[in-house]
């Protein structure tokens, strides 16, 4: 027999057997479902029951051993589908290919009945849908990582834009508080929230406090200046303030130059030197 002839016997064994082949599946992989849902089990098995219809499809077409031609672009699209769904539920890359892999003991059954005494047949048609299995498995756990990798990116996206809040501190004052380390990723983000804010405000000072910056390095001092210099393009001055002794001179040591920059000690002060700026003056009540 050739492939195509294995792949039309395989087609037709899974149509006609598709009920109890997707029973049995089902029974396995439910068995694995620890702490499933009634919803997620409910799910499970619409997964099951549109794999197998789209695999019998597919397989009559005879391309068994290349799941990029166009005969597996239905099935490629459910197991894209059935992987990120299981990448943003919290699934290990594992139980994900499990979903395919253990598809191979309900059809090893019916190829056994189907080619009873013909041993060499047998061993054909099981190899050929292992190894098809196999591609299709992994390709589950390829979709299941790239889904994963677009989450992690996007939650560190996230994670960048909530660590540099603006704070509109007054009419024409913004305050930009620093915690962590200041990279490249982070530095475009920070200036780019700040230049929003400085528009959307029509801020003239903007306070950058690095109070809750570990070290200042000479990367972390031109990343400060290419946000001030930004900043002043559009109008507004800043104010570095948080300079602790030990920055203080290591930005020495490293030479950085901040003669044309106001730079004080805390956020208090750095605030009154805004207020004075703008014109605005601040009486203690007697």
Request: glycine letters at 6%; one cysteine or more; charged letters at 20%.
């Amino acid at each position: 027999m050739t492939t195509k002839d294995y792949a039309a016997r395989i087609s037709q064994l899974i149509q006609e057997h598709q009920a109890d082949i997707g029973a049995e599946w089902i029974a396995q992989l439910e068995a694995l479902i620890v702490r499933g849902t009634a919803s997620s089990k409910e799910q499970l098995r619409s997964h099951c029951q549109q794999f197998l219809a789209t695999l019998a499809v597919a397989a009559r077409a005879g391309e068994l051993d290349n799941i990029e031609h166009r005969s597996w672009d239905e099935v490629r699209d459910l197991l894209a589908e059935i992987s990120a769904t299981r990448a943003k539920s919290g699934s290990t890359p594992s139980e994900t290919a499990t979903f395919v892999f253990s598809l191979k003991q309900p059809l090893f059954i019916q190829l056994g009945n189907a080619f009873a005494g013909d041993a060499e047949g047998l061993a054909a048609a099981s190899w050929t849908i292992s190894t098809l299995l196999d591609k299709l498995g992994l390709y589950t756990i390829e979709v299941f990582q790239k889904t994963k990798d677009q989450i992690i990116v996007r939650q560190q996206q996230e994670l960048l834009e909530l660590s540099t809040p603006v704070v509109k501190l007054w009419n024409g004052i913004l305050a930009l508080p620093l915690i962590g380390t200041l990279d490249s990723a982070r530095t475009q983000v920070v200036m780019e929230n700040i230049l929003q804010k400085i528009v959307d405000t029509g801020a003239i000072i903007a306070i950058i406090d690095i109070t809750g910056v570990p070290t200042v390095d000479t990367l972390v001092a031109q990343h400060l200046m290419k946000t001030i210099a930004a900043a002043r393009l559009m109008g507004a001055d800043c104010i570095i303030s948080g300079i602790r002794p030990q920055i203080a001179q290591t930005i020495v040591h490293l030479g950085v130059n901040l003669e044309d920059v106001i730079t004080k000690a805390t956020l208090a002060d750095a605030f009154l030197v805004a207020l004075e700026r703008t014109g605005t003056s601040v009486i203690a009540k007697a």
